[in-house]
């Protein structure tokens, strides 16, 4: 009689090498500059974000990128809520844009400590939005209202995530300013991974159902 097979759990698994490496870079940069055409009439980037955080989220758990179809309709799916939460956003980031611009030029008193602390809290809230399109690409794009809450109880619970949540997108927001404008497209996709991986590193409370 001959010997049996090995069973499948023995089998070694493939090892990574730097072409699949190379590969991701290049689908995460490739799923930037989706991000940004997508987001281009400005109030669509809340949609934009949340479809291509579901990608990444589909990415790192099963494996492989959705297909056209399925991000087609996740997108579509995403676009009445993603409006409002769009809009919202769009509000407090030119809020605490011109906050920072007129304390940084001197127009507003306060100084270096103003400066200081609008810069924090400016870094708190950027945390908080990227803990929200972490959870509500976990559950396809939908739900942002149910993702807000699970990023408010995942910032409590663990401050260290938000703060390191917080500190991707300041690092994301300064290259942005530095690197040449083509470039900038690609910071969205690699700042998407990079917040997935954060969060995953603990994991966020489990999000209701919409």
């Not at 149910?146 to 401050?159: E, I, N, Q, S």
């Amino acid at each position: 009689m001959t010997a049996a097979p090995l069973a499948s759990e023995d089998a070694v698994p493939a090892r990574r090498d730097w072409r699949d490496t190379l590969r991701d870079a290049t689908d995460l940069a490739l799923l930037g500059f989706a991000v940004t055409l997508a987001a281009l009439p400005v109030l669509t980037l809340a949609p934009a974000l949340a479809t291509a955080s579901a990608a990444v989220h589909d990415r790192l758990t099963l494996g492989g990128w959705p297909d056209l179809r399925t991000t087609l309709s996740r997108f579509g799916r995403a676009l009445p809520a993603g409006l409002a939460a769009g809009a919202v956003g769009l509000a407090v980031a030119v809020a605490l844009g011109v906050d920072l611009v007129a304390l940084a030029t001197g127009r507003v008193p306060g100084g270096g400590v103003a400066l200081a602390g609008t810069a924090v809290v400016t870094a708190a809230l950027a945390g908080y939005a990227g803990l929200t399109v972490v959870a509500i690409g976990r559950t396809g794009g939908r739900g942002w209202r149910a993702a807000a809450r699970v990023a408010a109880r995942t910032g409590l619970a663990r401050p260290g995530t938000w703060a390191a949540a917080g500190g991707v997108c300041a690092v994301a927001g300064v290259l942005g300013i530095l690197v040449t404008p083509v470039a900038v497209p690609i910071l969205a996709g690699y700042a998407l991974a990079a917040l997935h991986a954060v969060a995953a590193r603990r994991p966020t409370a489990r999000m209701e159902a919409p």
